[in-house]
């Protein structure tokens, strides 16, 4: 399963899809704007391509100069002229002849006209569309651009004041997506129906930009990504280990007490194996080259499935042994392109918390509802409960997916019903399922209503076929299992990096890498901080004590700025008293507490799972 899948975040009234709404029109019309702006300033410059996306546009190009911010402020000040001129678009037919005729000089868009011409092909190289005997134009203003639409009837329907190209940087984008081609600037843009929703979209960058899981990692010593290590390959240090072995820990622990059994895996398996699963002909552009190893071929692990199946393969089971649920915290490695990779959210390297549950067709219902249930006590208990549920299922103009489509057609059923008998809300979208099976995706926003693909769970009829794995059920017949796949978290760097994002680095009391700091005021309390920390630690705190010899304002200045939830404070009388003074990482001053009810209190908040600061 993928943990990498990516939601499309649209700000829009999801009763209607995103390319029906104002917002994609005028999202799509300034893209057009924007790249006869951008002709304008560079002649020479040559044009790619110039989609909605969400939240707004952009539009790549092959400069002859680097872009500067000046440039940027010429080509927004002229793309408000145009669309000032009510300029309207006009929409007409041509031949592929006429279309390359109108394009001369412009190699990106002849490609697209060829590619037009011969036939749309998917990823796999299977057509998906015929070959195009016309081609459609848009032309505003003195502009014509190869387009389908839809657009806005004229640029009086978009607000000048309304839109930016300068609230992102500019980027580099390689032409469609492959980093052997040319490498393009990409410019984006953001745009609103009222200039109110463009300034609220601007302050929601500002406070997303406080939150980017990849400053508060640095800055809170989380993680690192060495290159001298690899590209999209963190390395955990101390306090991010921390964090992420409490989740596993306390994920681990639900999991065992759900029935599932622990295994383990290695990170390498043969080719063969990936073979017979399916993952290799059908994701081989983004797995590592094969291993040769003693004249037969492996592979860096890019599932943790065929390896769970392999395990129940291990003996002959009876209708009894169902449900089996094997778990694993399980490490899978993927080829991303360098472009794609961004932080902890997309890495080559991840930890998914996999596990693979095989159930009778009789038992499939109730335990694909479990796992749900399961999946909304993590989402809840990490204060994520604001989330809706997408339920992918073929594409019927692709042919990447395997199996029989009766097959298909009862996993699919099974969890639609399964999301209205829980009342769920979701939706079913067409091209969102793995090869081998239908799935159902968690797509949860963060606090700042972003929109995040985290935990799947997946009902699949055929891998156990390609396996042949069987069970003995009660008439002594040799039957098929049903395998159901699921991941809560998806996979812990991208978890990990979203939670940070969603807490902004001040983690709840049980999750927060050290929960107590120890502050003595002067050398001589030091003794003392000791004797707490130890004492805290004993009852299963993680705790440090500053023993520094340096100003004790400084030090608790610093320790906020770490959002350690808890700062105590000791001086003479709670040496004497046997008292720590208890200051919150929000600056709140709750005075000496003794060392018993301090430490009784913060066991409770823990073991609750509280997402609270205080109980």
């Known amino acids: 399963m993928s943990n990498h899948d990516r939601d499309r975040n649209h700000d829009h009234d999801h009763d209607q899809p995103y390319e029906a709404t104002p917002l994609y029109r005028i999202r799509h019309s300034l893209a057009h704007v924007l790249a006869q702006a951008m002709l304008e300033r560079f002649p020479e410059a040559h044009i790619a ?16 100069a680097s872009i500067t911010e000046g440039d940027l402020e010429w080509v927004e000040n002229r793309m408000k002229q145009i669309v000032k001129g009510r300029h309207a678009f006009t929409v007409r037919d041509v031949t592929p002849g006429e279309a390359r005729q109108l394009f001369a000089g412009q190699p990106f868009k002849l490609e697209l006209i060829d590619d037009l011409v011969n036939g749309r092909v998917d990823d796999n190289g299977n057509k998906i569309a015929a070959p195009a005997e016309k ?20 640029t ?64 809170l010593e989380l993680f690192i990504i060495s290159p001298l290590v690899g590209k999209g390959l963190p390395l955990w240090l101390p306090d991010g280990a921390t964090l992420r072995d409490t989740l596993e820990r306390w994920l681990r622990q639900v999991q065992i007490d759900n029935g599932y059994l622990p295994v ?23 797995q590592y080259t094969p291993i040769q190893v003693d004249e037969e071929e492996y592979l860096l692990k890019p599932m943790n499935c065929p390896h769970h199946i392999m395990i129940y393969k291990n003996g002959l089971h009876s ?11 399980g490490t899978v490695y993927r080829y991303e392109q360098s472009g794609e990779l961004n932080g902890l959210t997309r890495v080559r390297g991840f930890t998914v918390d996999d596990a693979h549950i095989f159930v009778t067709p009789e038992q499939l219902l109730e335990e694909f509802k479990t796992v749900v249930e399961l999946v909304r006590y993590v989402f809840s208990t990490l204060g994520l409960s604001d989330f809706r549920c997408r339920v992918g299922i073929r594409d019927p103009q692709s042919n990447k997916y395997v199996g029989d489509d009766a097959l298909w057609e009862s996993a699919t059923a099974a969890i639609i019903t399964a999301v209205k008998d829980l009342g769920l809300p979701y939706s079913v979208e067409e091209g969102e399922a793995a090869f081998y099976g239908p799935k159902l995706d968690f797509i949860v926003r963060d606090v700042l209503k972003r929109q995040w693909q985290l935990g799947t769970v997946q009902v699949d009829y055929n891998l156990p076929q390609r396996f042949e794995l069987e069970y003995v059920d009660a008439d002594n017949q040799r039957k098929r299992p049903i395998m159901i796949h699921r991941a809560p978290f998806g996979s812990m ?3 990990v990096g979203i939670l940070i994002e969603h807490f902004a680095g001040e983690f709840p009391v049980w999750l927060a890498p050290t929960q107590v700091m120890l502050i003595p005021i002067r050398p001589e309390h030091n003794a003392y901080a000791e004797q707490v920390t130890a004492h805290l630690r004993a009852a299963g705190l993680r705790v440090k004590a500053d023993l520094r010899d340096k100003n004790m304002r400084n030090k608790i200045k610093e ?19 046997g008292t720590v003074s ?14 018993a009810d301090f430490t009784a209190m913060a066991q409770g908040l823990i073991r609750s799972h509280s997402p609270a600061l205080l109980a």
């Not at 984008?173 to 300034?199: F, S, V």
């Not at 000791?570 to 004497?576: A, I, N, W």
């Open 319 to 329: 209708y009894r042994d169902l449900p089996m649920r094997l778990a694993e915290f």
């Open 49 to 64: 391509i110039g989609p909605p996306i969400e939240d707004g546009f952009y539009y790549d190009f092959a400069l002859p």
């Open 135 to 154: 081609m459609t134009l848009y032309t505003q203003d003195t502009f014509t651009d190869l387009c389908r639409g839809p657009h806005v009837a004229t």
């Open 582 to 595: 208890v200051r919150l990482r929000t600056d709140e001053d709750h005075g000496a507490l003794s060392l």
């Open 493 to 495: 760097e991208r978890f």
């Open 264 to 286: 383990v895996t290695p990170h390498i398996g043969n080719l063969d194996l990936y073979r017979t699963s399916g993952h290799y002909p059908y994701y081989k552009d983004s």
């Open 156 to 219: 009086q329907d978009i607000n000048p004041k309304a839109f930016s190209i300068r609230v992102r940087p500019p980027a580099g984008a390689y032409w469609r997506g492959d980093e052997k081609r040319p490498q393009l600037t990409r410019i984006y843009g953001t745009a609103w129906e009222t200039p109110e929703q463009l300034q609220a979209y601007i302050q929601r960058l500002e406070e997303a930009r406080r939150r980017d899981h990849r400053l508060l990692g640095e800055k």
């Open 559 to 577: 320790h906020r700025q770490k959002f350690i939830p808890y700062l105590l404070i000791v001086g003479d009388k709670d040496v004497e008293n």
